[in-house]
């Protein structure tokens, strides 16, 4: 029998999403790890996390390494509020970090902007890298207490809340590489470059369309 998330600390219910197996199974974990106060507010990553995922992909991994995985990321969002990349390259350890994979990971947060998964894809395959699974959260409107940390998460339809900031989430399986391998480093040096090079390109983005803008009046008016 399908089992619900606690209307309370979720409530906005998503038959399709709080009802699937694998995202009430993580949240029984989460009630388990986390502080009833940090309850909510997790849930809300594991649902923003797998609500894109087929669930044979969903399937082909075990509810720890599910868990593992919004965890991991629920630590770095956690670790610091200053926006721009945040970037993991890493074997998991189930001593170190709770779960394992067989592939090695990409955890990459960074402020939302376009083109960041297709960037990203181009440069692992100019690696010669074959990805095996990925997860993009898009958007993720995060609202952080005065210490940073993150206190909650606003849906699609939210209002608008002055305070929030807006992420992006994208978690990749690649090729398992060896530890500290020059690979690794390779990876880790090439994807910090393509996401230097995507904000530069984003942040001149704006400024430029308004320049067109202005030139294509002057144009009008003197027509």
């Known amino acids: 029998m399908a089992r619900v998330i606690d209307p309370k600390q979720d409530p906005k219910h998503h038959p399709k999403l709080d009802d699937n197996h694998w995202v009430v199974s993580v949240n029984d974990l989460v009630k388990k790890q986390f502080s009833a106060s940090k309850i909510g ?3 809300k990553l594991v649902r923003r996390l797998f ?12 509810i720890e390494e599910l868990y593992g995985l919004a965890d991991t ?11 721009g990349l945040r970037l993991r390259v890493f074997n998991p350890d ?9 592939h090695t990971i990409i955890e990459l947060i960074n ?9 990203l894809m181009m440069a692992l395959n100019r690696l010669n890298l074959n990805v095996h699974f990925v997860i993009h959260t898009g958007r993720l409107r995060l609202i952080r207490s005065a210490l940073g940390k993150v206190s909650d998460i606003l849906y699609y339809d939210d209002i608008e809340h002055k305070k929030e900031s807006h992420e992006a ?22 994807i910090k470059k393509v996401m230097k090079d995507v904000s530069l390109a984003v942040s ?12 294509i009046e002057d144009l009008e008016m003197i027509k």
């Open 204 to 215: 001149d983005f704006l400024p430029m369309k308004a320049r067109m803008k202005y030139a």
């Open 94 to 102: 189930i001593k170190k970090d709770g779960w394992t994979s067989t």
């Open 51 to 62: 609500e894109n995922v087929p669930d044979n992909e969903l399937e082909a991994r075990s």
């Open 41 to 43: 507010v997790m849930s």
């Open 169 to 190: 989430l994208i978690y990749v399986e690649i090729d398992k590489q060896k530890d500290g391998s020059k690979q690794m480093q390779k990876i880790e040096s090439e």
């Open 111 to 119: 402020t939302d902007m376009p083109y960041l998964v297709d960037t």
């Open 73 to 83: 990321f629920w630590s770095e969002l956690n670790k610091s509020n200053k926006g």
